[in-house]
């Protein structure tokens, strides 16, 4: 790789990377691919947005929007549909506990299921022991709840040690700690406990017989406790937080509240973000069987094959739009040249319609919402997953938005990535907008 080429690669990596100043409270929790607070910072000041005003995170995903609004004093409304990235929300924006008693009361679930393990011949620290344990009498997740994880995604015995630490977790009295210990428990699975890695696609590694749990569950609560001494006396602006679905935004928000959004909706893909969060929302039973999964499903914009149903309707709302009916055309006919029949396959025209419907559904309800004069930046980005058709979001975006009323103020570039498949440059930009109350 050529000096030019690894410069392009160091900027485009750092412009999407937490920096070290911004690890406290973001760094709880967040999407391997969540969008960086810097980004937020500078359109907050670019909006010219201060304490007086409230934002908007429509697709709030783990808070980074909420998080950061908070950290610099302006109120905040988040609206995310997925359980597990709603409750990582509330936790990270809940600052007003108390960090030694956090500690305390985490010490004290500790030593309870670190007792309950031993007198089952179970030492946390002490992976050789694995072979003796009698795996038959280890608990396990209910059939249903089995079924909804990656297999190999956490192996037997860390599962066990888990499920009896999630348990104590819950048997503490003291019920004001718990969200924030529950959120440890989710960000040590992913780190440590399961047999996970993120590419960015999840993927499961080689299954290790043992891997400790409460010891890196503790280390996430001493984060937690020591960022949480470092906002002390900052806990200023309130952050709003509804588990909704962001196409009826009207319905949960009252009209003219919002004077700017900052958002970063689902890219059209075949990235299904309810799989990126399946171990931990499964272990903390925000997702408990396929019924509740398919009702998560069903109130997020339509960005993948994974979450198409049948009456799905959100196509109706960019019928006649030709860009829309350009794209999805060359998508199917692309199909059809390549002879492509998969179930997946044969629906990929279907999503491009389904996505950018449902994102015109989106911002049609927004409209209520908005006071006249505010901004909006919407975070997106080029796709070819779907046969290597570019699908160029931030302009298609911008003209469902300008035939809804919105004025398209710029389309910013923030960073370029490589396709895998193409070896294209695609770009990831900031979608300018600006509703003038009409």
């Not at 990126?276 to 272990?283: A, F, H």
């Not at 002879?339 to 025209?349: A, P």
């Not at 409209?367 to 931030?394: E, F, K």
């Amino acid at each position: 790789m050529g000096s030019a080429a690894r410069t392009r690669s160091w900027v485009n990596g750092h412009a999407n990377k937490l920096q070290p100043e911004d690890e406290p409270v973001h760094g709880w929790y967040r999407f391997v691919l969540s969008f960086p607070p810097h980004l937020v910072r500078e359109y907050l000041s670019r909006f010219d947005i201060r304490p007086t005003d409230q934002v908007l995170d429509p697709f709030c995903g783990t808070g980074t929007v909420l998080v950061e609004c908070k950290k610099t004093g302006i109120p905040s409304v988040g609206i995310e549909a997925h359980p597990m990235a709603h409750f990582a929300s509330q936790v990270k924006t809940d600052w007003a506990i108390d960090p030694e008693v956090l500690v305390e009361h985490a010490q004290e679930v500790a030593d309870a299921a670190r007792a309950a393990l031993s007198a089952d011949g179970i030492d946390d620290l002490l992976s050789f022991l694995a072979g003796r344990v009698q795996l038959d009498k280890l608990l396990t997740l209910p059939a249903e709840s089995q079924k909804l994880l990656l297999r190999g995604s956490i192996s037997p015995l860390p599962l066990h040690k888990t499920l009896v630490l999630r348990d104590y977790i819950r048997g503490h009295p003291e019920k004001r700690y718990q969200a924030h210990q529950l959120l440890a428990l989710a960000r040590a699975l992913t780190a440590s406990i399961g047999n996970l890695h993120f590419g960015p696609e999840i993927g499961v590694t080689s299954p290790k017989p043992d891997a400790p749990v409460i010891a890196p569950w503790l280390e996430w609560v001493y984060v937690m406790a020591d960022d949480l001494r470092s906002t002390s006396g900052a806990d200023r602006a309130p952050a709003r937080l509804y588990c909704a679905d962001s196409r009826r935004v009207s319905e949960v928000l009252a009209p003219g509240a919002i004077s700017a959004v900052i958002t970063s909706p689902p890219y059209p893909n075949e990235k299904d973000y309810t799989r990126i969060t399946r171990l931990e929302s499964v272990i903390l039973e925000l997702i408990r069987n396929t019924s509740e999964l398919r009702a998560v499903k069903r109130q997020l914009v339509r960005s993948n094959t994974r979450n198409v149903y049948k009456g799905d309707d959100d196509d109706d709302y960019v019928a006649g739009h030709p860009q829309i009916e350009h794209l999805a055309k060359q998508i199917e006919e692309r199909r059809i040249g390549l002879r492509k029949t998969s179930g997946f396959e044969r629906l990929y025209h279907s999503v491009a319609r389904l996505y950018f419907g449902g994102m015109k559904r989106h911002l049609a309800s927004l409209r209520h919402c908005l006071r006249p004069g505010a901004r909006l930046a919407y975070v997106v980005g080029d796709q070819a997953s779907y046969l290597q058709v570019m699908i160029r979001t931030g302009q298609l975006l911008a003209h469902i938005a300008d035939s809804l009323g919105y004025e398209v103020l710029s389309l910013d570039l923030f960073r370029t990535r490589l396709a895998t498949a193409t070896r294209q440059q695609l770009r990831e930009e900031v979608l300018v907008l600006r509703w003038p109350g009409d």
